[in-house]
């Protein structure tokens, strides 16, 4: 495989290509709460299709689940070490709320990292030479 320029997980973290970790993903600030989850059409880097095919971050929905049942549980188990078990119940469907926009970012941003690599090789890392990608 190509050596990837992207470092780490900073770009993820960031928000930006999955390609090339320096283009953007979004058209919008996350605290724009009415689009937050504006995705743009291709990177304006690399010109990676963030879209390979229709419907492609309906996938996104599986990986948000997966985040915020992880969050449920981490949630749950330090408040009932806080001893605030009991307003557990209230806390965590605020604390969720506030970071809904976050996590449904982070959904789809794993799908163009783990996703769009395994499934679309040849649009993420381009022409197949030689047998290697």
Known sequence: ??????????????????????GKV?????????KFSDTLEECPKCHLKYEPETGFF???????YSLLVGLTVVLSIVLYYLDLFEEAVYIIP???????PWVFRYGRLLMLYVVYPIM?????????????W
Not at 1 to 22: H, T
Not at 26 to 34: A, D, G, L, W
Not at 120 to 129: N, P, R, S, V
Request: charged share 25%.
């Open 94 to 100: 605020l604390i969720i709320v506030f970071l809904l």
């Open 58 to 64: 309906v996938g996104a929905m599986y990986w948000t």
């Open 26 to 34: 979004f058209r919008n600030k996350v605290m724009s709460f009415k």
């Open 120 to 132: 679309y090789k040849e649009l993420f890392y381009g022409k197949e030479k030689n047998g290697e």
């Open 1 to 22: 495989m190509p050596e990837s320029p992207r470092s780490g997980m900073v770009p993820f973290f960031r928000a930006r290509c999955a390609r090339c970790g320096k």
